[in-house]
């Protein structure tokens, strides 16, 4: 409906509801949205007329406070309704992606962890060999293998860089 005819209506139903008000004696407050049929298409841009009307009645008494403007509700339905899909799919997409590096994060933790474990696997089982070999007094070889520990823990460190490095180079 154009400007006109809402406002028509809006007069029948205040006008009704004035009749009740009277008749039945009570008070009521009226709040009333709704919009037109698009009213012009211009540059893209669906107009619709919107329509707020908010009314307090007591017997025949009213007190209305009644707007209307311009509202591109048509076209920013479409627009954000496309937008979603759009956002949605570039959400699904950077939430392919995040998942994607999280993932890969996932995979770094879990292969550093892997290699903490695996490292710490080592480091007990050094310790099982420190105390096996601190208890049948191999200490000879028990420093080699201390040696070789520290030897996997610096190669963990370097590639622990490595993969800082790759991260803050790209």
């Not at 008000?21 to 009570?26: D, L, M, S, Y």
């Not at 954000?80 to 899909?85: K, L, R």
Request: glycine share 2%; net charge positive; charged share 5%.
């Amino acid at each position: 409906m154009d400007k006109t005819a809402a406002d028509v209506m809006f007069h029948r139903n205040i006008v009704n509801l004035g009749r009740l008000a009277v008749f039945f004696n009570f008070c009521y407050c009226l709040n009333i949205t709704f919009t037109s049929r698009y009213y012009y298409y211009y540059y893209y841009y669906y107009y619709y007329y919107y329509y707020y009307y908010y009314c307090c009645c007591c017997g025949c008494c009213c007190c209305c406070c009644c707007c209307y403007y311009y509202y591109y509700y048509y076209y920013y339905y479409y627009y954000y309704y496309y937008y979603f899909y759009y956002y949605y799919f570039y959400y699904y997409y950077f939430y392919y992606y995040y998942y994607y590096y999280y993932y890969y994060y996932y995979y770094y933790y879990y292969y550093y962890y892997y290699y903490f474990y695996y490292y710490y696997y080592y480091y007990n089982y050094y310790y099982y060999y420190y105390y096996y070999n601190y208890y049948n007094n191999y200490y000879y070889y028990y420093y080699y293998y201390y040696y070789y520990y520290y030897y996997y823990n610096y190669y963990y460190y370097y590639y622990y860089f490595f993969y800082y490095y790759y991260y803050f180079y790209y």
